[in-house]
């Protein structure tokens, strides 16, 4: 079977435009294939060295991946930082990375202009870890956004670079499974097209009924349509859109022949729109607050997950000090 492996950065909760995005693929993925899902805590010290409870945000994600549908029983899940065979292979890695190639990463000099301050050989070395973490698993298939392109071009160079210089075929080349192919966009109710952590515009997983309401009726809308069947604008085009997720398709209609007749009542369709969003929000709120209470659940799954990547990682990392010519 394939292996698939993705990671998650440990920035903040998730939100709904996470959810339909990347969230939910990995649930299916994890029916279809091997699945390693891990957060990425190591990355985090490339921009924040002394990270702010790191342990505590890696929790908080753990639990809502967990309430999310991502099954310990059938994927692995492990924080990074717990499989330690992953910073050897990015010391071998590294070797083998080239300064120019790795200066001309353009998420590399977008940091450099973001924190002149602080321009560390972490950042400059983020793809070789990220190949690391891919190819300690000698994952097929990584499922990322187009932002992670260029990385897993880099990944893919390394993999077949390390072949190439020790005479191999050891790692595969992993492939970018892209996530927007599956996705369901989600939009953002403030009339731009996205819902994002950085837009300001997300509703979140654990945001309760009263800021789900808050947030939805202060969606932009405009003064209404004056004829019949028209083309709705981007803003009004959004609330349909999330109406389209979380809605039925009876109450979609019902506010989709409103408009088409002129006769529609934004206040109503907010209101219907942010009793939707709750009504799908509030059984993962309810696990994600179980599951965030049970500290002892979290530890296990993270024990657990570590244990079983980390099994996997010292196989390879066997393999790669013999074909180097150490010790194994
Ligand atoms: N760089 C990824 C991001 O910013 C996170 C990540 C780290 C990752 N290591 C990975 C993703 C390995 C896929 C595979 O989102």
């Known amino acids: ?43 985090s010290l490339t921009t924040h060295p002394r990270p702010d409870n790191i342990r505590q945000s890696v929790k908080t994600i753990l639990a809502e991946y967990l309430a999310c549908g991502i099954d310990p029983e059938k994927a692995t ?80 160079k390394f993999a077949r670079r390390f072949n190439t210089i020790y005479g191999v075929e050891y790692f595969p080349e992993p492939a970018s499974f892209h996530l927007a192919d599956r996705a369901v966009k989600v939009p953002g109710l403030d009339g731009s097209g996205k819902m994002g952590k950085s837009e300001g515009n997300a509703i979140y997983l654990i945001d309760d009924e009263k800021t789900i309401r808050k947030k939805v009726m202060k969606a932009v809308t405009d ?64 696990r994600i607050a179980d599951i965030t209470a049970d500290d002892a659940y979290i530890d296990k799954v993270a024990r657990t997950g570590a244990d079983k990547a980390s099994e996997n990682a010292a196989h390879t990392i066997n393999d790669v000090r013999r074909i180097i010519g150490f010790r194994p």
């Not at 920035?11 to 435009?17: A, E, P």
């Open 77 to 156: 899940i492990y924080v990074q930082s717990d499989v330690r065979e992953v910073a050897e292979l990015y010391l071998y890695l590294n070797m083998n990375a080239y300064l120019g190639e790795l200066e001309r990463v353009t998420s590399f000099k977008d940091k450099v202009r973001k924190q002149p301050d602080n321009i560390n050989a972490g950042l400059l070395t983020y793809p070789s870890l990220m190949a690391a973490d891919i190819l300690i698993h000698k994952a097929n298939r990584v499922p990322v956004g187009k932002d992670q392109e260029q990385n897993m071009e880099m990944a893919r």
């Open 223 to 286: 003064s209404g349509p004056t004829i019949p069947n028209a083309e709705k604008p981007e803003p009004v085009a959004n609330l349909f859109a999330m109406m389209e997720i979380v809605s039925t398709k009876d109450t979609y209609d019902h506010f989709n022949d409103k408009y088409n007749a002129c006769e529609i009542r934004y206040g109503d369709l907010k209101k219907q729109l942010a009793e939707d969003i709750n009504a799908f929000c509030a059984p993962i709120r309810k």
């Open 1 to 43: 079977m394939e292996t698939v492996l993705s990671g998650i950065r440990p920035t903040g909760n998730l939100h709904l435009g996470n959810y339909f995005g990347a969230v939910r693929s990995f649930v299916k993925l994890q029916d279809e294939y091997e699945c390693f899902f891990f957060i990425a805590d190591w990355h």
